[in-house]
């Protein structure tokens, strides 16, 4: 059983940053390529980042690349997004996934774990 936590969300102000965490659990974590997503009230779940199983290439959406920084411990089982410059735009709820079959894709049905989500809220 493959089990995705997520931590590190929280309320901050606009221009402000948070680093979200998620630990993996069940399974070789360096085997998976990882992403996070995000969902804002009303909208649908968007990628926002992803990082490749070993080589540690990533990419990112438009509307956070040079804001956002996603990273890999594999050490630790953890994969983290740095958010930098946030605005009241990033609020939603941050979810982070793993996948694999794939590397550093955008599309959620990719993606075959998931975690519960971690809520940010950028006050303006």
């Known amino acids: 059983q493959v089990q995705l936590v997520e931590s590190g969300g929280g309320l901050v102000q606009a221009g402000g940053s948070l680093r979200l965490s998620c630990e993996v659990s069940?399974?070789?974590?360096?085997?998976?390529?990882m992403g996070w997503f995000r969902q804002a009230p009303g909208k649908e779940r968007e990628f926002v980042a992803a990082i490749s199983r070993s080589t540690g290439n990533t990419r990112y959406a438009d509307s956070v690349s040079g804001r956002f920084s996603i990273s890999r411990e594999n050490a630790k089982n953890t994969v983290y997004l740095q958010l930098n410059s946030l605005n009241a735009e990033d609020t939603a709820v941050y979810y982070c996934?793993?996948?694999?079959?794939?590397?550093?894709?955008?599309?959620?049905?990719?993606?075959?774990?998931w975690g519960q989500g971690t809520q940010v809220t950028v006050s303006s």
């Open positions: 069940g399974r070789t974590f360096s085997s998976y390529g």
């Open positions: 996934a793993a996948t694999e079959r794939y590397s550093l894709v955008t599309l959620r049905r990719s993606y075959d774990y």
